[in-house]
């Protein structure tokens, strides 16, 4: 029985440390890299790159504000129904 546990923990161990090592070799890949040493799908996003009055942004800017107006609207209405002392 002890040996069984000692041979599962050392498979164990060894999957471990194996996949370490799979992954320290991707992250140093020159291939997943680009110039400046970021991994793909870490770049800095960029000031070009945005749009600040885009079409999209200001519906949803506009579906954000319609839904907060309505929502606290909803809260005052549910103070008014609420009958608190704070005495």
Known sequence: MRSAFV???VLGTLAVSGSAAVNAQQISDPVTAV??????GHLQPRAQQFSPHATVEQ????QMSTF???????????DKKLNICRC
């Open 59 to 62: 519906v949803e800017q506009q």
């Open 68 to 78: 907060d107006a309505k929502q606290q609207k909803l809260d005052e209405e549910l």
């Open 35 to 40: 110039p400046g040493g970021a991994p793909i």
């Open 7 to 9: 041979i599962v923990i």
